[in-house]
C-alpha cells in the first residue's frame, strides 16, 4: 500500500525558512513520474506548489525564486525547501504522486494518485 507522510511544519515569523520532507512508502521514486507539492489555505482552494519529475522541476509563480523541490532517491523521501517565508505561504501543505507523466498538467491535482495527510505552515507577519 502506498504511503506519504509530510512532516516539517510549524509556525515562523515572516522572512524565516522550513523544509518540508515527504516519507514514501509502498513504492519507489522510481515507479513514479511526478511528485508534487499542494497547499491549501483556509476558504481556499488547493493549488499546485512545485513539482518534480524526469530530472525537471516546476514551481507556481508565487513561488519561484524562494522554494526548491527535491528528492533522494535512497531515502525514498521528497523534500520541499521554502525561503523568505511570506504571510501569504500559510497554509496546510501536501504532497502527491503521479503515475502519469503529463508535466504541462503538474499543477492539476486531478494528475495525482496519492497524496499525503498534510502538514501545516503558518507564517506570522
Known amino acids: 500500500q502506498v504511503q506519504l507522510v509530510e512532516s516539517g511544519g510549524g509556525s515562523v515569523q515572516a522572512g524565516g525558512s522550513l523544509r518540508l520532507s515527504c516519507a514514501a512508502s509502498?513504492?519507489?521514486?522510481?515507479?513514479?513520474?511526478?511528485m508534487g507539492w499542494f497547499r491549501q489555505a483556509p476558504g481556499k482552494e488547493r493549488e499546485g506548489v512545485a513539482a518534480t519529475g524526469g530530472g525537471r522541476t516546476y514551481y507556481a509563480d508565487s513561488v519561484k525564486g524562494r522554494f526548491t523541490i527535491s528528492q533522494d532517491g535512497a531515502k525514498n523521501t521528497l523534500y520541499l525547501q521554502m525561503n523568505s517565508l511570506k504571510p501569504e505561504d500559510t497554509a496546510n501543505y501536501y504532497c502527491?504522486?503521479?503515475?502519469?507523466?503529463?508535466?504541462?498538467?503538474?499543477?492539476?491535482?486531478?494528475?495525482?494518485?496519492?497524496w499525503g495527510q498534510g502538514t501545516q505552515v503558518t507564517v506570522a507577519s
Open positions: 502527491a504522486a503521479a503515475y502519469a507523466w503529463q508535466p504541462t498538467r503538474w499543477s492539476e491535482e486531478q494528475l495525482y494518485n496519492y
Open positions: 509502498g513504492y519507489t521514486y522510481r515507479n513514479m513520474y511526478l
